[in-house]
């Protein structure tokens, strides 16, 4: 194999510490490395033999992480991959117990804090909120944000972690947040493998850390594959550190320290991160680490074989150089050990790994166990009173004998049971009713619960205030609205920061930051490059380090840019953790019409179906934008709002309270009145339909006009459904796609506010067409709902169910 890093010098600084000392910190490393290399080898063989669902392990990566968790402190934050099992147990952010408790999916959080069973194995998190959802002391604990599976998807939420320090360093008005960071002290410690460096998002932010000048650390895990496909197909000259030699550096530049060094080369790697880490702390200069030779004793993960793509050499090398193997050889060699003590250490650890495997796994069991008991005693308590004894009794058996059940098994056997039954009233299956219906609430809270966060901050509980106007309110554009809602927030509270592309000196491309950097300076109102994602990841790592961001895309057209880091980590973050970490980030952007293909986008089926777990605002002017912004930053749980590309140059009212009017979510309002149709609508189309409700009183038919203004959450209090009772017709509008936006709100509608009972006629949807909007006015009317669509598919519905009162228009 090629010899690549720098070889260590063999000495470690040893200047506090005496020999004995030393040994024990080099013998307990190797312990825990030992250790966790046991859970690999166990885990795997519980998934093989079908105790878990999936495995994948950290074996091969192990002497490195020792060497990482050494400069990790506390109020240091991980953003980083599956692979880093045994930095969480070096650094004590987590265990052997957990392990177990997440590989067999435990959905109690106790047992698996990281993610309460919704995860994979070895998919860390710590838990940085409380049950109330405030925030714990950050500056106190050691703090890992929740991984993901997606190769790369992480970071961006590195970069905003890491730039949270340098706004807590420069920006003095920060001092008093000593519970998140003290003086910016704090790195933000990556981790990414070889293959996934590969990933844009990984150059994007590399790029941007570089001109930022972060406290951010990465290290590549460079084992020379990325499952099967080998570097040589991955990373031009097959080495990602010798590539980004350009980033290094020099005497009056920007840019990066970059590191190289052996994976299996404990002394070389304790020396390394004890000199990458002082620099990225003390200058807020990013650093790479890139750790080569590092191997992969059991494979990728518990899916497939490396046997089937590496070479025999390759596989002789990588047992030869088992960072494990060389750590112990190295260990016996210095006199730090003997043979016989390491065995020792060895075979108690061994014992050690077996004891947690078995007490999470019977943990667990014991709670299936009861759960099934309690079934099945039911279940036979009904068997004494019903006529279908022999089937009931099959169903107790059938669940008793289940080899590994889960609770599923227990609820199912209830549920049979019920099936069975149908024809049979008793006391005893009321009995049998009442527990399920007990466990369907458990089980509720277990796997389907806190999408967000829900505490008593949730933007759904901040106070209702009403936009308050004096009586010589001032006419103003929609853009001063919002720049006068912006600047009042910013000096009620300095934790507000607002960033993205053109937002700093021009204060965005339609002014609604104007002077507001001249007057908050340049840390809170900046400009970023073009890098959708990591402006979104930035927000993301600011927000859970206390900031409140709003991270502005230019465009909701370039949302798919972030799409990724929005819906995989932000929408994802309260579920995945089962609440333990929240990022309320505001996403700002603006689109519905204007022109041409890539400004006038309104894609809000793509919004409603990747951002489960945002607040989704469709403001219909820059006031209601302006209230929903007051709402939002005085809640902790994330959204986007998309204002009205057209309609920063309307006029508005200034209301004398902009800075403290709330909209609130998931209300709906009436905008005009009328019997014959309920028209729902929102952002832009919302203008053209009032325009259409006046053509349409010319022809005798009055609409009634809603806007939801969220649409998730989407009209909390029924309001399209109660105005079908008036009008019992119903037709949508919006711009979006056919079937997008415009089905989810049907599905709303007729489904959950249950206003298919109501209707007298076929409802309708009136979207724009299957293609991109084209540019000019007259792209725009021929391929979005003009004034003439609307009265024309108004009156047209009208005409169905009344020819006679309503002769068609041609
Ligand atoms: C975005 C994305 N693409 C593909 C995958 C499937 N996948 C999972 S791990 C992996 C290989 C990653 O290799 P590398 O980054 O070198 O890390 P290693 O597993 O070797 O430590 C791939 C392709 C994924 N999880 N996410
Ligand atoms: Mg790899």
Known sequence: MPETANPGTGKLDLTELSFDDFKNVVVNDYRIAYESRQ?????????????????????????????????FRKGDWRAGYYRDQTFMFATGMSNLKEFFAQLYANP????????????????????????????????????????MSTTSGHMPRLLGLAYASKLYRQNKELSSSATFSVNGNEVAFGTIGNGATSEGLFFEVFNAAGVLQVPMAISVWDDAYAISVPASIQTTKEDISEILKGFQRETGTNGYEIFKVRGWDYVALCETY?????????????????????????????????????????????????????????????????????????DE?????????????????????????????????????????????????????????????????????????IQETSEEKNALIDWLDRENNKNEDRFNSKLFTGSSSSPLKVNVIAADYAEDAPSLDGREILNACFESNFERDKTIVAFGEDVGAIGDVNQGFAGLQNKFGNLRVTDTGIREASIVGKGMGLAMRGLKPIAEIQYVDYLLYAITVLSDDLASLSY??????????????RGHRLEGIWHSGSPLGIILNALRGLHICVPRNMTQAAGMYNTLLRGDEPAIVIECLNGYRLKEKLPANVGQFTVPLGKAEILREGPDMTVVSYGSTLRVVMDAAVELEKLGVNIEVVDPQTLYPFDTDNVCGSSLQ???????????????ASAYILQKVLEAQKGYYLLDSPPRTLSAKDHRPPYGSDGDYFSKPSVDDIVETVYAMMSESNPAKYPPIY
């Open 726 to 740: 008036k009008t019992n017709k119903l037709l949508v509008v919006d711009e979006d796609l056919p079937g997008a």
């Open 108 to 147: 109690d959080i106790t047992e698996d804090p990281a993610s309460g069973g919704r995860q994979m194995n070895c998919h860390y998190a710590t838990r940085f909120i409380n049950e109330d959802g405030s925030w714990i002391n950050q500056a106190e604990s050691m703090n890992c944000s929740a991984d």
């Open 349 to 421: 650890a061994k014992k050690y790994v077996r004891e947690c495997q078995r007490e999470a796994w019977n943990n667990l069991g014991d709670k299936i166990k009861a759960d099934i008991d309690e079934a099945v005693h039911l279940i036979s308590q009904l068997t004494q009173v019903s006529e279908l004894k022999k089937e009931l009794e099959e169903v107790c058996s059938e669940v008793l004998t289940c080899v590994d059940p889960g609770r599923k098994d227990a609820v199912a056997a209830a549920r049979k049971a019920l099936r069975l039954t």
């Open 274 to 346: 004890e000199r990458a880490i002082a620099v990225c702390r003390e200058e807020h200069v990013p650093v790479l680490i890139h750790v080569t030779e590092m191997t992969q004793p059991q494979g990728h993960s518990t899916s497939g074989s490396h046997e089937r793509y590496k070479t025999k050499d390759r596989l002789t090398w990588e047992s030869d150089y088992d960072c494990l193997l060389q750590m112990r050889n190295w260990m016996i060699e210095s006199a730090i050990i003997t043979e016989d003590d390491i065995s020792f250490i060895e």
């Open 576 to 589: 995945r953790t089962a609440g333990g970490q929240k990022a309320p980030v505001i996403v700002r952007t």
């Open 39 to 71: 859970a690999s080898l166990i885990g795997r063989r519980e998934v093989l033999t079908g105790k878990a669902k999936f495995g994948i392990f950290g074996d091969g990566k192990e002497v490195a992480q020792l060497a990482m968790a050494k400069v």
